[in-house]
């Protein structure tokens, strides 16, 4: 099975999708198909013979907690394909449905789908594993006046379209956990030739504000790493309750509303899921075992990106925040856990567990120490070539240190000598090695910051400030600090206020381990609007910390919940369950 057929009805009274996939199948398929599924009404299963389609023999194993149900389909010598009709669950985990107050225009119902790692085996049966990949055509039939769109090609015929008929194709080979769709009230608007961005019609033009670099961004990594082979770039902005910063689904990436600050402040995420589009995308991780090959090397082209559009010195705050970051997350995992190895080891656990800082910023300062140690230049046509030579293919991370050692580690045996591969892949924490990021502002930030704490001294120049250093300082501030320090730099800073979502949620954990109120009442407010996991989770984990604290999370989460995506209130349950 290499090719799908989609036709599916989306159904917002009854939360489901309703239709039928057609696998188009190969001899490897003989003499059994294995099919992946999750919590789907399975209404019929058919296979195509010379003679026509007829009933095909299969069985469903029982439900699996992480695999969900695999369905075994017998395919006799001749048969071309295989359909399967069925019916989505309202629960899906892959889908999201939305009640129109949960959008921005506050009209329309909406729903979108989230396949990392492997959810969208509750959407479309199919074979869920990365190591696999697909090319496919949909049809997706929507109430008239709403529109669809998939991360493929569009094809739809504007007659039709009018009646809510919306085709696709994805013509390159992808894994099953990159196809995605959304339904909305939705509009476009062009940032560039092949760049553009959709959202809900009332968020458009910040969107596109905020977005307009894009196109530069695109430009910027074909120069450094070779050309873009997927067509056209645009970017979903969603609604707030997206669980993820944003995602890589190709031509589309999807992303959260918190990401619009008003000054481009946090488009680094754009740049992440834009490099995906090389690394991840093109050559795609295995196993999840193998997932930084996806994340460390997207994190690592993310700040080159990053550099080429706004200059050496954000990209090293911003990788400093992310050592930041990984330094916390070694401290709660412990600095020896076996989470802390670049490759991982998931056993039986669900791969989105994978999702920590350690393969992202641990693996950033693996190919960053690459870098520096054989020199950017050398690296650079290194990794260009790797992207070349396994285009649309997997990798293993095995198979890249034998790529690793013979095209870039022989070219310079002093420098690969500096590099001890074993240490960094199979083993835990942060080797010395690992290079440091250099930032002047940050270091000021710094001094501001043990002064405030020292003294109370409000810090000086921040008008100068970007946001990059508000969240570096509040980083930098211990919990529980006094109640009177926090008024005071409200009154000077309006933190509450802040439009920026990272700063924000800084400012928030910081004010509800001081018990400062203005941030209950904030918190109460964001927890009710965003559904980031990335933020919601630490501010539930602040909040459960006292007794008190602990009364308000249930308070808040138990209006919060209906409206969070099932990858948060996963998280969420756990927190408030201990
Ligand atoms: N591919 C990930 C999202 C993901 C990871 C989904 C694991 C499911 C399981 C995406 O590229 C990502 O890393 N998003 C980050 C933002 C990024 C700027 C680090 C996020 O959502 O926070
Ligand atoms: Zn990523």
Redesign the pocket.
């Known amino acids: 099975m290499h090719h799908f057929d989609l036709d599916l009805t989306v159904d917002f009274d009854h939360r489901t999708l309703q239709g039928s996939v057609e696998h188009h199948l190969e001899e490897s398929d003989r003499p059994e198909a294995i099919l992946h599924t999750r919590d789907l009404r399975i209404d019929s299963v058919e296979i195509e013979e010379p003679r026509g389609w007829r009933a095909a023999t299969h069985r469903l194993d029982a439900t699996d907690d992480v695999q969900g149900e695999i369905l075994h389909v017998e395919i006799p010598e001749g048969a071309t394909r295989l359909r399967i009709t069925y019916r989505t669950s309202p629960q899906a985990p892959g889908l999201q449905w939305l009640e129109p107050p949960q959008t921005a225009g506050g009209t329309f119902p909406f729903v979108y789908s989230?396949g990392?790692?492997i959810h969208n085996r509750s959407w479309i049966p199919c074979f869920d594993d990365p190591a696999r990949r697909i090319t496919f055509s949909a049809v997706l039939r929507v109430p008239a006046g709403l529109r669809a769109v998939m991360a493929a090609e569009d094809q739809s015929v504007e007659a039709e379209a009018r009646q809510g008929v919306y085709r696709y194709r994805m013509p390159q080979p992808i894994p099953s956990?990159l196809v995605a769709m959304a339904v909305g009230d939705l509009a476009f608007e062009p940032l560039g030739p092949r760049t553009g961005v959709w959202t809900e019609p009332c968020m458009l033009a910040r969107a596109a504000a905020e977005l307009s670099d894009t196109e530069k961004m695109v430009e910027a990594v074909e120069r450094m790493f070779g050309e873009y082979r997927w067509g056209r770039y645009d970017v979903i902005v969603l609604p707030p309750s997206f669980?993820?910063?944003?995602?890589?689904n190709p031509r589309l990436t999807f992303a959260?509303p918190t990401i619009l600050a008003g000054d481009k402040s946090l488009v680094?995420?754009i740049?992440?899921?834009l490099a995906?589009s090389w690394s991840?995308n093109l050559v795609t991780n295995e196993t999840w075992n193998d997932?930084w090959l996806?994340?460390g090397f997207?994190?690592y082209l993310?700040r080159r990106i990053q550099e080429e559009l706004y200059g050496r010195a954000r990209s090293e705050m911003e990788a400093m925040i992310g050592r930041s970051r990984l330094e916390d997350t070694l401290e709660e995992l412990g600095p020896e856990s076996r989470d802390t190895w670049l490759e991982l080891d998931l056993g039986d656990r669900h791969?989105?567990d994978?999702?920590t800082d350690v393969p992202?910023e641990k693996g950033y300062l693996l190919l960053r120490l690459m870098e520096e140690s054989f020199g950017r230049e050398r690296f650079d046509r290194f990794l260009r070539a790797y992207f070349d030579a396994h285009a649309f293919e997997t990798m293993t991370t095995a198979r890249f240190i034998d790529y690793l050692r013979k095209e870039l580690f022989t070219q310079d045996p002093a420098a690969a000598a500096r590099i001890d591969l074993e240490a960094w892949i199979h083993g835990p924490g942060i080797p010395d090695t690992a290079p440091r990021a250099q930032s002047d502002a940050f270091e000021r930030g710094e001094e501001a910051a043990e002064a405030f704490v020292a003294t109370g001294a409000l810090p000086e120049g921040t008008s100068k400030w970007n946001p990059l250093q508000w969240i570096h300082f509040l980083r930098r501030l211990p919990r529980g600090l006094d109640r009177d320090r926090l008024e005071a730099l409200d009154a000077s800073f309006s933190l509450t206020d802040t439009g920026n979502a990272e700063i924000l949620c800084e400012w928030l954990r910081l004010g509800i381990s001081s018990d400062y109120s203005p941030a209950y009442d904030r918190a109460d407010d964001f927890l009710h609007r965003v559904g980031?996991?990335?933020f919601v989770q630490p501010l539930f984990e602040e909040l459960v910390k006292t007794d008190t604290g602990r009364e308000r999370a249930e308070r808040i989460y138990s209006t919060a919940r209906p409206t969070y995506h099932s990858?948060t209130s996963n998280t969420i349950d756990q927190i408030l369950a201990n």
């Open positions: 989230q990392q790692s956990y669980p993820l910063g944003g995602m890589e959260t680094a995420l740049a992440h899921e995906h991840g997932f996806n994340e997207t994190v993310e791969p989105d994978s999702m992202y980031r996991r990335k990858m």
